[in-house]
């Protein structure tokens, strides 16, 4: 979209302060743990770095890519890895981190993938929460921002790749 119409929803200040509390809750919650954090591709990218610079426990990173196939504009829901992690992560505390949870097809795959693997515990952090949207029942165990619906960018979400360096996140209003 070349003349995208968008109002700030959170402040670079409020995502600072709400990222800060995360981290200080999963620090609270893996105390004494050392934390394998496993960012969702590309979005969490921008929200990972914020967090893990937060964490007052130990932790390593690793990557993951997912990508969703339809016909035409419509999603299937047919979700495929297209880059797994590369860490092992049996016995290991595993903490995913995503942008957004919107249908929840994405995370419900993921999950259900890495739990495969015999993580010793399996959460999910995730930026932003659309309630209105969920296709499939789930929940994320840690969440920045609740929002009922809309297109959201910036912060490391995009809008066909637009718009991801954007340090505020905004609502696009002319969609
Ligand atoms: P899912 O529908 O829960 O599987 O979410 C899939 C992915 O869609 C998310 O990880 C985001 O990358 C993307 N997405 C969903 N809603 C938005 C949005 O409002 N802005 C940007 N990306 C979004
Ligand atoms: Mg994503």
Do not use: H, W
């Not at 995370?107 to 930026?127: D, I, M, Q």
């Not at 929002?147 to 066909?160: A, H, K, P």
């Amino acid at each position: 979209m070349e003349n995208m119409k968008k109002e700030i929803l959170y402040s670079r200040d409020q995502i600072d302060r709400r990222v800060m509390e995360l981290a200080e809750e999963i620090s609270r919650d893996y105390a004494g743990r050392e934390l394998v954090l496993v960012g969702v591709l590309k979005g969490a990218f921008v929200f990972m770095a914020d967090l893990i610079r937060r964490l007052k426990i130990p932790c390593i990173i690793d990557f993951a890519r997912l990508a969703s196939y339809g016909s035409g504009s419509v999603s299937s829901g047919q979700i495929v890895i297209t880059k797994n992690i590369e860490m092992e992560i049996r016995d290991r505390d595993v903490l995913i981190v995503e942008d957004i949870v919107d249908t929840g097809l994405t995370l419900s795959y993921l999950v259900r993938a890495f739990k495969e693997r015999g993580p010793r515990s399996l959460k999910v952090c995730a930026f932003l929460d659309k309630r209105l949207r969920r296709k499939v029942s789930f929940e994320a165990d840690y969440v920045g921002f609740t929002l009922d619906d809309g297109f959201v960018v910036g912060y490391g979400l995009d809008f066909n790749e637009k718009a991801r360096f954007f340090p505020d996140v905004y609502i696009v209003t002319n969609l």
